[in-house]
Antibody
């Protein structure tokens, strides 16, 4: 069974840092691009970035570029999102997702349950 | 960035109705448009990918169409479990972007 399980969320102050994790199981993690998508409370979805198979290529949405970093550890089947210089508008549920339908595609057929991050003074 | 505009933002309908949800891209996205369903407190679920490909396990009452900038998701006969929020998503170019959603409510 495919599973994506996020962790590491919580409450932090503006300007702070936090690292989210997403542990994958049930598929060969190193064969798939991985993505982070977030959703502010009561709002829509926002794709925030992606990382390729071995971590050498990443792409980010402008809203988080230069503040957040996506990385992965294929030996641990784990995806990470390092959040820095956070702002109140980063308050959201963060989902990891991937496309098992096709390794390089953007179909997002599997999702984690999400982890909440709240930025507040 | 490509802006995705969904309409209507809220749609009230009854079980058995045929409904059409719209998604318009600010520029040509070819066929690279997906549809997701999201229920409160849950992760999104893929319904349709690349405009008109039904994801495995999704009922055939869901269908997608369109090309270029204008796309639609049609539910042929609403079932009680279909009342949810639906998002379109373009993956033609970075940054990838979602629409703001259509909330499908029970009339």
């Amino acid at each position: 069974e495919v599973k994506l399980v996020e962790s590491g969320g919580g409450l932090l102050k503006p300007g702070g840092s936090l690292k989210l994790s997403c542990v994958a199981s049930g598929f060969t993690f190193s064969n798939y691009w991985m993505h982070w998508v977030r959703q502010a409370p009561g709002k829509g979805l926002e794709w925030i970035g992606e990382i390729e198979y071995d971590g050498t290529e990443t792409n980010y949405a402008p809203s988080i570029k230069d503040r957040f970093t996506i990385s992965r550890d294929n030996a641990k089947n784990t995806l990470y999102l390092q959040m820095s210089s956070v702002r109140s508008e980063d308050t959201a549920t963060y989902f990891c997702t991937t496309s098992l339908l096709a390794p390089e595609a953007y179909y997002f057929d599997y999702w984690g349950q999400g982890v909440m991050v709240t930025v507040s003074s | 960035d490509i802006q995705m505009t969904q309409s209507p933002s809220v749609l009230s309908a009854s079980v058995g109705d045929r409904v059409t949800l719209n998604c318009k891209a600010s520029q040509n996205i070819n066929k690279y448009l997906n549809w997701y369903q999201q229920k409160l407190g849950e992760a999104p679920k893929l319904l349709i990918y690349n405009t008109n490909n039904l994801q495995t396990g999704i009922p055939s009452r869901f269908s997608g169409s369109g090309s270029g900038t204008d796309f639609t998701l049609t539910i042929s006969s609403l079932q009680p479990e279909d009342f949810a929020t639906y998002f379109c998503f373009q993956h033609n170019s970075w940054p990838l972007t979602f629409g703001s959603g259509t909330k499908l409510e029970i009339k």
